[in-house]
């Protein structure tokens, strides 16, 4: 099966803030469509803890968390293992291909997913193939140009550049979350219910860990080997935008907001 790059990579760095994400963090839009017995489909999954809190909300119904990387379904396993969750279950596998017969799930879900794909109404078509009539598709992701901060760290204006140049340079679209609805509504669905919600970094400790985060990606993550690569910056610049990093999260007034766009889409 080949697959397309995926602009984060799967090193430590990022696959562990992507593990602290909660359903209630990252899904309040799906979560009131959710109850005991609902089948949901987790396209992308990464390291499975929204995926092993659907597991919690919805049990027993069955629960399948999918992704390209066997590595990480590897730590989702140890996820749901550890919280002693008996209606899930990890499955290596591809969005544009899915192996299950045609509506299978009530409700098929990708967080964080499109704005890595090069088809993301390919995708969209083939989750509605999986999910029953009247189910749902749910998808959110962040839209990287509506991102603001303060101070106005100029690395991270770098950071940003350079990131939009990894992602696009792989053929996808880091400022998904503006276009959800016109993919959506490609991909055919009519009965659409959009929704926005934000992530917001400015407690301490919020600062700390997105900065902690970011600082050791732009040095030793798929952000790095792919600036490096594509001669998009030398490990001068890097080493600059990791310390950027740590300067924002230094400032007692710093902020950074994370705008998603989010969709319910009705089978
Ligand atoms: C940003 S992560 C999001 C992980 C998880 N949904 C979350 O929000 O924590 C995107 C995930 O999509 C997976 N992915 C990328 N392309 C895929 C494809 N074609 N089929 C299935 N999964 C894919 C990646 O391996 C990665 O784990």
């Avoid at 499955?91 to 890595?116: K, M, R, S, W």
């Avoid at 083939?126 to 901060?149: H, I, N, Y």
């Amino acid at each position: 099966m080949a697959f397309e790059t995926y602009s984060h990579g799967h090193h430590r760095s990022v696959v562990d803030v992507h593990a602290l994400r909660t359903a209630r963090d990252c899904a309040a839009y799906l979560l009131p469509e959710l109850t005991p017995g609902t089948g949901i489909l987790d396209v992308g999954c990464g390291p499975g803890s929204i995926t092993a809190d659907f597991a919690a909300l919805v049990a027993p119904g069955p629960v399948v968390g999918l992704d390209s990387s066997e590595d990480v379904l590897v730590q989702a396993r140890e996820l749901a293992a550890g919280r002693g969750l008996a209606n899930v279950s990890y499955l290596a596998g591809n969005v544009y291909d899915l192996d299950f017969p045609d509506e299978t799930f009530d409700v098929v879900h990708a967080h964080q997913v499109l704005q890595h794909l090069m088809d993301p109404v390919a995708a969209l078509r083939e989750m509605r193939r999986v999910t029953k009539p009247g189910g749902l598709v749910a998808v959110r992701d962040a839209d990287f140009s509506g991102m603001v901060w303060h101070p106005p760290t100029p690395e991270l204006a770098e950071w940003m550049r350079i990131y939009q140049e990894i992602a696009r340079g792989n053929s996808a679209e880091p400022d998904a979350g503006r276009h959800l609805l016109s993919w959506a509504l490609e991909a055919g669905f009519t009965d659409v219910t959009p929704s926005s919600s934000n992530w917001l970094y400015a407690t301490p400790a919020e600062r700390s860990r997105h900065a902690d985060s970011w600082s050791e990606r732009v040095l030793q993550s798929a952000f790095a080997e792919q600036a490096q690569e594509r001669g998009l910056a030398e490990r001068p610049l890097l080493d600059r935008l990791a310390a950027g990093w740590q300067e924002w999260a230094a400032a007692p007034d710093g902020w950074f907001l994370v705008p998603c766009g989010e969709l319910l889409l009705r089978a």
